[in-house]
């Protein structure tokens, strides 16, 4: 089978487009054709080696984490799936250096596969992994919130949204909207505010801002009661000014910033305001079930989809491309990169 593989850390360069045995499904095992995989930023982050030397030799490594394809063949003692059944993985890569997605096969413990449910696609199954589980979990985490999404789960509740043409702020959006939130989405270009109007957004608004917190606070005169947070360390002081008592902050990211988050602790202190870190690899076997049974309901709703009528433009590579695919995400590119790995 043809694979993309890296054997040392750096740019999209390491990467190459090589032949692999495919391996067979062992116990508790599944063997998935992948027909299309995703490229996030955790996959150019973990082949450019983010605290390894630069070039550092690794084991030959199959990038990217996201997937979606058919079920080949199944290990002995698995059930639940069948040769035929169209899936979505979840974190692929990180069973181990050979499971990652950019790849026609691979094999994977059968409780990393779910479901893909009637009416969405491949793309919807690859592009919606790491973004609609990180939103999924930002969406969960208020100490007055629900701990699960469905209709209905977060009426009466306002949800801000940061960076919202981001692939994580769109599918927040997507879902916040199917579980019932009032939207707010802060963008820094018309053409941002256009795609997250386009994922639903009840409130579109431009920064940078001076005046931001007070029209946050136009929109929302009560406070929001979450903020999902792609800026953690610059906008600190916006949360104080826009958080209502008891609201939380859940934080995925720090883009633009320095990698340190300083709190004022007077305003906090006094909102009883909660930070919450979240990242997938150690959120725990039970939230990203959580996640997934949630995500493939809104999947099977409608309501969570990619593409550009959902705020999602979507680019598409070759599997001999990915190098390509990966340098067009790390620059930064709005929207879903999207690799064509097998025919569907």
Same mark, same amino acid.
């Given at each position: 089978?043809?694979?993309?593989?890296?054997?040392? $850390?750096?740019?999209?360069?390491?990467?190459?487009?090589?032949?692999?045995?495919?391996?067979?499904?062992?116990?508790?095992?599944?063997?998935?054709?992948?027909?299309?995989?995703?490229?996030?930023?955790?996959?150019?982050?973990?082949?450019?080696?983010?605290?390894?030397?630069?070039?550092?030799?690794?084991?030959?490594?199959?990038?990217?984490?996201? @997937?979606?394809?058919?079920?080949?063949?199944?290990?002995? &003692?698995?059930?639940?799936?069948?040769?035929? /059944?169209?899936?979505?993985?979840?974190?692929?890569?990180?069973?181990?250096?050979?499971?990652?997605?950019?790849?026609?096969?691979?094999?994977?413990?059968?409780?990393?596969?779910?479901?893909?449910?009637?009416? +969405?696609?491949?793309?919807?199954?690859?592009?919606?992994?790491?973004?609609?589980?990180?939103?999924?979990?930002?969406?969960?985490? +208020?100490?007055?919130?629900?701990?699960?999404?469905?209709?209905?789960?977060?009426?009466?509740?306002?949800?801000?949204?940061?960076?919202?043409?981001?692939?994580?702020?769109?599918?927040?959006?997507?879902?916040?909207?199917?579980?019932?939130? *009032?939207?707010?989405?802060?963008?820094?270009?018309?053409?941002?505010? +256009?795609?997250?109007?386009?994922?639903?957004? $009840? $409130?579109?608004?431009?920064?940078? &801002?001076?005046?931001?917190?007070?029209?946050?606070?136009?929109?929302?005169?009560?406070?929001?009661?979450?903020?999902?947070?792609?800026?953690?360390?610059?906008?600190?002081?916006? $949360?104080?000014?826009?958080?209502?008592?008891?609201?939380?902050?859940?934080?995925? @990211? /720090?883009?633009?910033?320095?990698? *340190?988050?300083?709190?004022?602790?007077?305003?906090?202190?006094?909102?009883?305001?909660?930070?919450?870190?979240?990242?997938?690899?150690?959120?725990?076997?039970?939230?990203?079930?959580?996640?997934?049974?949630?995500?493939?309901?809104?999947?099977?709703?409608?309501?969570?989809?990619?593409?550009?009528?959902?705020?999602?433009?979507?680019?598409?590579?070759?599997?001999?491309?990915?190098?390509?695919?990966?340098?067009?995400?790390? /620059?930064?590119?709005?929207?879903?990169?999207?690799? /064509?790995?097998?025919?569907?």
């Amino acid at each position: 089978m043809k694979a993309v593989v890296y054997r040392r $850390h750096g740019g999209p360069e390491v990467l190459a487009l090589t032949e692999r045995a495919a391996a067979d499904p062992g116990p508790g095992e599944v063997r998935v054709r992948i027909v299309v995989s995703a490229v996030n930023p955790t996959d150019w982050k973990a082949r450019g080696g983010a605290r390894a030397e630069p070039g550092a030799e690794v084991p030959e490594t199959v990038p990217n984490q996201d @997937g979606a394809g058919v079920v080949d063949a199944v290990g002995p &003692d698995v059930t639940g799936f069948a040769p035929g /059944d169209r899936v979505w993985v979840v974190i692929a890569g990180a069973y181990g250096p050979g499971a990652g997605t950019a790849q026609e096969y691979t094999v994977l413990p059968a409780a990393k596969l779910v479901r893909l449910p009637d009416g +969405a696609g491949f793309d919807e199954g690859a592009g919606l992994g790491i973004p609609a589980l990180t939103a999924h979990r930002a969406l969960t985490v +208020a100490e007055d919130g629900p701990s699960r999404l469905a209709p209905g789960a977060l009426d009466g509740r306002t949800v801000l949204v940061s960076g919202g043409a981001g692939a994580v702020g769109n599918a927040a959006i997507q879902l916040g909207r199917w579980a019932g939130a *009032t939207v707010i989405a802060t963008v820094s270009s018309d053409e941002k505010a +256009a795609l997250a109007r386009a994922a639903g957004a $009840h $409130h579109v608004l431009r920064y940078p &801002d001076p005046s931001l917190g007070a029209r946050i606070r136009e929109a929302a005169p009560d406070g929001v009661d979450l903020v999902v947070e792609v800026a953690a360390g610059v906008n600190a002081k916006l $949360h104080t000014e826009v958080l209502r008592p008891r609201g939380t902050v859940a934080m995925y @990211g /720090d883009d633009r910033g320095t990698g *340190t988050v300083t709190l004022e602790f007077g305003a906090n202190v006094w909102l009883n305001a909660r930070y919450q870190f979240l990242v997938l690899y150690t959120v725990g076997e039970d939230k990203l079930r959580a996640g997934t049974e949630d995500v493939t309901a809104a999947l099977a709703d409608g309501a969570l989809r990619v593409g550009e009528d959902r705020g999602v433009p979507v680019h598409r590579f070759s599997l001999a491309d990915t190098a390509k695919a990966h340098a067009v995400s790390e /620059d930064g590119v709005t929207g879903k990169v999207l690799i /064509d790995v097998t025919a569907p």
